[in-house]
């Protein structure tokens, strides 16, 4: 960033910004990322890509009318610009964001201020179902439904389910070794690991599963890359033609069914319920620490 130009819109501030950017913007600093109260500063925006800041700094910030831009964990973004109000804006931006995720999409900037705040967007996975609500809850992947109860088997070679799961929250990742965004996801997550095995050791399971390879194939490929400590389970798949998971009962599902791009990862609740979803690789996977630890302050079996 300081390399590129500023933008229009930071030209016409700068003269009545400079006094307080020089007595220092307030930063708030937060596990593994940094959200400043800089509005020119895209890099702080947290989750989005390269192609979301880049907009957010040379097309959102010279927008004209009131316009607003809005997130979601995960990553989708939004933004609108021309409205009649500040409100309209938001609003607006909103409705946009959430058309793209199933999860809640919440405001950064609006108009020349950023509205963000860190400590409603760690609780953006919430609320959380109560026992009895999973109990109800159909059956499926989306957000706010009962994970299925698949069957794989652990390290020692024991049987193992989503449903034996229960009582902690859980990370399921599903990945093959042939991925490439895979294996450069891998280091991020094999990171973040660590560090929940140091924070939240008895709150959280994390499980990766194989996808068309054989077990021996991807426990070779991790130990190769030095992150072998990883929790791999044997998904059952045996090979590239493999293309089932098996649920309870011995019942087959197409693993496109669960994990629609490789790789897929999704955190369920300590009752089953899937409270976040992601396909495709995260850059970042510390980033949504906070995300783990308000889910286990909040959540009881």
Same mark, same amino acid.
């Given at each position: 960033?300081?390399?590129?130009?500023?933008?229009?819109?930071?030209? =016409?501030?700068?003269?009545?910004?400079?006094?307080?950017?020089?007595?220092?913007?307030?930063?708030?600093?937060?596990?593994?990322?940094?959200?400043?109260?800089?509005?020119?500063?895209?890099?702080?925006?947290?989750?989005?890509?390269?192609?979301?800041?880049?907009?957010?700094?040379?097309?959102?910030?010279?927008?004209?009318?009131?316009?607003?831009?809005?997130?979601?964990?995960?990553?989708?973004?939004?933004?609108?610009?021309?409205?009649?109000?500040?409100?309209?804006?938001?609003?607006?931006?909103?409705?946009?964001?959430?058309?793209?995720?199933?999860?809640?999409?919440?405001?950064?900037?609006?108009?020349?201020?950023?509205?963000?705040?860190?400590?409603?967007?760690?609780?953006?996975?919430?609320?959380?179902?109560?026992?009895?609500?999973?109990?109800?809850?159909?059956?499926?992947?989306?957000?706010?439904?009962?994970?299925?109860?698949?069957?794989?088997?652990?390290?020692?070679?024991?049987?193992?389910?989503?449903?034996?799961?229960?009582?902690?929250?859980?990370?399921?990742?599903?990945?093959?070794?042939?991925?490439?965004?895979?294996?450069?996801?891998?280091?991020?997550?094999?990171?973040?690991?660590?560090?929940?095995?140091?924070?939240?050791?008895?709150?959280?399971?994390?499980?990766?599963?194989?996808?068309?390879?054989?077990?021996?194939?991807?426990?070779?490929?991790?130990?190769?890359?030095?992150?072998?400590?990883?929790?791999?389970?044997?998904?059952?798949?045996?090979?590239?033609?493999?293309?089932?998971?098996?649920?309870?009962?011995?019942?087959?599902?197409?693993?496109?069914?669960?994990?629609?791009?490789?790789?897929?990862?999704?955190?369920?609740?300590?009752?089953?319920?899937?409270?976040?979803?992601?396909?495709?690789?995260?850059?970042?996977?510390?980033?949504?620490?906070?995300?783990?630890?308000?889910?286990? =302050? =909040?959540?009881?079996?």
């Amino acid at each position: 960033m300081t390399n590129r130009p500023r933008p229009v819109l930071w030209r =016409r501030l700068a003269a009545r910004t400079m006094g307080w950017l020089a007595a220092g913007a307030a930063v708030l600093a937060i596990p593994a990322m940094t959200i400043a109260a800089d509005l020119f500063d895209a890099g702080a925006i947290p989750h989005v890509g390269t192609q979301a800041r880049d907009s957010y700094y040379q097309l959102f910030l010279n927008a004209a009318g009131h316009r607003a831009f809005a997130i979601a964990p995960g990553g989708a973004w939004a933004w609108t610009s021309g409205q009649d109000s500040a409100e309209t804006a938001e609003q607006s931006a909103l409705v946009e964001c959430g058309k793209r995720t199933r999860q809640r999409c919440v405001p950064y900037a609006v108009d020349d201020r950023v509205t963000f705040s860190r400590q409603q967007w760690s609780r953006l996975w919430g609320p959380y179902a109560s026992a009895a609500q999973a109990a109800g809850a159909k059956v499926g992947t989306a957000v706010g439904q009962r994970f299925p109860n698949l069957e794989f088997t652990n390290p020692q070679g024991e049987t193992h389910s989503v449903a034996r799961l229960r009582g902690k929250l859980a990370l399921l990742h599903f990945w093959g070794s042939w991925c490439p965004p895979c294996a450069r996801e891998l280091p991020s997550l094999y990171g973040f690991y660590r560090i929940l095995r140091e924070r939240l050791p008895a709150d959280v399971a994390v499980v990766l599963l194989q996808m068309r390879e054989p077990i021996e194939q991807a426990r070779d490929w991790l130990t190769q890359q030095g992150i072998e400590t990883l929790p791999l389970f044997d998904s059952g798949s045996r090979g590239t033609q493999d293309h089932s998971l098996t649920a309870a009962g011995n019942t087959k599902l197409p693993d496109r069914d669960i994990a629609r791009v490789f790789p897929s990862s999704y955190v369920i609740d300590r009752n089953g319920v899937v409270i976040f979803s992601q396909r495709g690789p995260i850059t970042d996977w510390t980033e949504y620490l906070a995300f783990f630890e308000d889910a286990a =302050r =909040r959540t009881t079996p």
